[in-house]
C-alpha cells in the first residue's frame, strides 16, 4: 500500500520560513516525479512545484518562484519542500503527490495535506 504522509506545517507569520517534507512508503521512488500541490479555501488545488524522476529537472509557479525549492531524496524516499519569505497569500492546506509522468496533470498518489498558515 502505497503511503505519502507529509509534515512540518504550521502557523507562522508573513517573511518567516517553513520546511515541509514527505515520506514516502510502498512506492518505488526513483521511478516517480514527486509535486507539491496547495489548496487555499475557496480556490482549486493548483500545482507549487514538481521535481523529476532524478532530481535534475525542477519547476515551480510563477508566485513561488525564488522563494520555494523543492527537494527529493531517493536514498530516503522523502521529498522536501523549503519555502522562504513567506506570504499570507501563501496559506493553504499543501499536499505531496507522486506522478509517473513529469508533464502530466494526472496524479498517481496524494499525500493527507499539511495546513500552512501566514499571519500578516
Known amino acids: 500500500q502505497v503511503q505519502l504522509v507529509e509534515s512540518g506545517g504550521g502557523l507562522v507569520q508573513a517573511g518567516d520560513s517553513l520546511r515541509l517534507s514527505c515520506v514516502s512508503s510502498g512506492l518505488s521512488f526513483s521511478a516517480y516525479t514527486m509535486a507539491w500541490y496547495r489548496q487555499a479555501p475557496g480556490k482549486e488545488r493548483e500545482v507549487v512545484a514538481a521535481i523529476a524522476q532524478s532530481g535534475a529537472v525542477t519547476t515551480y509557479t510563477d508566485s513561488v518562484k525564488g522563494r520555494f525549492t523543492i527537494s527529493k531524496d531517493n536514498m530516503k524516499n522523502t521529498v522536501a519542500l523549503r519555502m522562504n519569505s513567506l506570504k499570507p497569500e501563501d496559506t493553504a492546506v499543501y499536499y505531496c503527490?507522486?506522478?509517473?509522468?513529469?508533464?502530466?496533470?494526472?496524479?498517481?498518489?496524494w499525500g493527507q495535506g499539511t495546513q500552512v498558515t501566514v499571519s500578516s
Open positions: 503527490a507522486a506522478k509517473t509522468n513529469y508533464y502530466s496533470d494526472y496524479v498517481d498518489y
